[in-house]
């Protein structure tokens, strides 16, 4: 219980943008310019060459499941066209990247920490 309560922490700080470690310092130093290190505890954010390949993935996970759900209502439910159901497709993916594409990355730091531990002085 313990070992799911600190992973819950980590993640929600990291979604949250803030350090996963210590949860004090910001993620992002420009809107979309991850920090090198944590301003307040100095671990390295993104210790590992191809780091950004999770970023996608995750991005791709989290914004198609919910995009294909809202083009299945509009294309079976409401009976649409298919240029509406592929523009509610790409509106509510494109929507979920551009609105949450920094709560995203800051989520998978979170898992790069969990999984290896952000270490200092990389
Ligand atoms: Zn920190």
Redesign the pocket.
């Given at each position: 219980m313990k070992l799911l309560r600190r992973w819950w922490k980590a993640l929600w700080r990291g979604a949250t943008c803030r350090?996963p470690?210590?949860g004090?310092?910001a993620l992002y130093e420009t809107f979309l310019r991850v920090r090198k290190t944590?301003p307040?505890?100095g671990?390295t954010f993104q210790p590992y060459a191809g780091d950004s390949l999770g970023v996608y993935a995750i991005c791709y996970g989290l914004s198609v499941v919910p995009a294909i759900a809202a083009a299945i209502l509009v294309g079976f439910y409401l009976n649409s066209n298919p240029y509406v159901v592929l523009a509610t497709f790409a509106g509510v993916s494109g929507s979920i990247l551009f609105g949450l594409f920094r709560n995203m990355k800051g989520l998978w730091i979170a898992l790069v920490f969990l999984m290896t531990g952000l270490r200092k002085n990389l």
């Open positions: 350090c470690k210590c004090q310092g944590c307040a505890c671990v």
